[in-house]
């Protein structure tokens, strides 16, 4: 028969791990309203191009830079038809930035097919910030311009937005709680006499991001991006739906980053596939590789280019 071993005398008592009190006067600045997608984004809708493209950045001193942009590809025109028609054209675009870290932040861009885009930012003060853009050109109907002014609180945003056609917006976005932001925004268009109202909801924590986002234009968006690896790997989804088209598309892709290059791809709910390669080949210098395939309208477009002086 077998004697029990006595317990020590003095046995050591789990430590019960409190969880930690939220405090609601200390939460987080979110996102801007309109940056609420913005993981999906980099990781959904790469720059894609079709034929050659070289860019040459040259900073002429620690405020001031220049870039040239030369683009050479099929351009696509609509028909009566659903089909488009390509016609090849070249582009050349010369862009000046000015950027002092202190104020102001500017940034123009001149085209060869005669557009004149830029912009302004400006800190008006540590939390208020204006930004302006204009895009200029002959063609009637086509200029404008739109005024922002941003205010960065310790636990929201919000903005008005000003736009020539008597363009109106407005846009406010809370923390709940220290991983929830909800918000809304409403917009009003003069020259078309129509307004909107939207509203949203992101969720974000160390390696996951949704976002849900619906108008009273029955418009509905929905995204979600899990961090596989908190450097390298990305995988993204999202949902757009139009009840005015009566359209809804899906999409799937990833964001894969190594040490000398970034792939980024998608395929979509009708059937096309997305890739986009860059990879750095020196210091300075970066190769790019950009391919669309759609094999339901039989349509392929492929592009690659340089970028050299980042």
Same mark, same amino acid.
């Given at each position: 028969?077998?004697?029990? #071993?006595?317990?020590?005398?003095?046995?050591?008592?789990?430590?019960?791990?409190?969880?930690?009190? =939220?405090?609601? $006067?200390?939460?987080?600045?979110?996102?801007?309203?309109?940056?609420?997608?913005?993981?999906?984004? $980099?990781?959904?809708?790469?720059?894609?191009?079709?034929?050659?493209?070289?860019?040459?950045?040259?900073?002429?001193?620690?405020?001031?830079?220049? *870039?040239?942009?030369?683009?050479?590809?099929?351009?696509?025109?609509?028909?009566?038809?659903?089909?488009?028609?390509?016609?090849? =054209?070249?582009?050349?675009?010369?862009?000046? &930035? +000015?950027?002092?870290?202190?104020?102001? !932040?500017?940034?123009?861009?001149? $085209?060869?097919?005669?557009? #004149?885009?830029?912009?302004?930012?400006? !800190?008006?003060?540590?939390?208020?910030?204006?930004?302006?853009?204009?895009?200029?050109?002959?063609?009637?109907?086509?200029?404008?311009?739109?005024?922002?002014?941003?205010?960065?609180?310790?636990?929201?945003?919000?903005? %008005?937005?000003?736009?020539?056609?008597?363009?109106?917006?407005?846009?406010?976005?809370? *923390?709940? =709680?220290?991983? %929830?932001?909800?918000?809304?925004?409403? /917009?009003?268009?003069?020259?078309?006499?129509?307004?909107? #109202?939207?509203?949203?909801?992101?969720?974000?924590?160390?390696?996951?991001?949704?976002?849900?986002?619906?108008?009273?234009?029955? &418009? #509905?968006?929905?995204?979600?991006?899990?961090?596989?690896?908190?450097?390298?790997?990305?995988?993204? /989804?999202?949902?757009?739906?139009?009840?005015?088209?009566?359209?809804?598309?899906?999409? +799937?892709?990833?964001?894969?980053?190594?040490?000398?290059?970034?792939?980024?791809?998608?395929?979509? /709910? &009708?059937?096309?596939?997305?890739?986009?390669?860059?990879?750095?080949? &020196?210091?300075?210098?970066?190769?790019?590789?950009?391919?669309?395939?759609?094999?339901?309208?039989?349509?392929?477009?492929?592009?690659?280019?340089?970028?050299?002086?980042?």
């Amino acid at each position: 028969m077998t004697t029990p #071993v006595d317990a020590p005398a003095h046995s050591p008592v789990p430590e019960v791990i409190k969880p930690k009190k =939220t405090d609601y $006067m200390k939460l987080p600045c979110p996102v801007p309203y309109e940056e609420i997608h913005r993981e999906a984004i $980099m990781s959904l809708k790469a720059e894609h191009f079709e034929g050659m493209r070289f860019d040459f950045i040259k900073g002429l001193n620690q405020r001031f830079s220049v *870039s040239h942009s030369i683009l050479m590809g099929p351009t696509e025109i609509p028909f009566q038809s659903a089909e488009t028609i390509k016609v090849p =054209t070249a582009h050349y675009d010369f862009g000046a &930035n +000015f950027i002092d870290p202190r104020v102001i !932040d500017t940034f123009w861009k001149v $085209m060869t097919n005669g557009r #004149v885009n830029g912009g302004v930012r400006c !800190d008006l003060s540590e939390n208020l910030t204006m930004r302006a853009n204009a895009q200029l050109t002959s063609e009637p109907g086509m200029s404008h311009g739109l005024f922002n002014f941003d205010y960065k609180g310790s636990d929201y945003r919000s903005q %008005l937005k000003f736009g020539n056609g008597a363009l109106l917006g407005a846009s406010y976005f809370q *923390s709940m =709680t220290p991983h %929830l932001s909800l918000g809304g925004e409403v /917009s009003y268009d003069g020259e078309h006499r129509k307004s909107g #109202v939207g509203y949203a909801a992101r969720y974000n924590m160390d390696k996951m991001v949704a976002v849900g986002q619906v108008a009273n234009t029955g &418009n #509905v968006a929905l995204s979600y991006v899990q961090k596989v690896s908190k450097r390298y790997l990305s995988l993204a /989804s999202d949902l757009i739906y139009s009840h005015t088209l009566k359209d809804i598309t899906a999409s +799937f892709g990833y964001d894969y980053r190594l040490h000398q290059c970034r792939l980024r791809g998608k395929i979509d /709910s &009708n059937g096309c596939i997305y890739a986009f390669l860059e990879e750095k080949l &020196n210091v300075g210098l970066k190769f790019i590789l950009s391919a669309e395939l759609d094999h339901k309208k039989k349509d392929y477009k492929f592009g690659f280019g340089l970028t050299a002086g980042e």
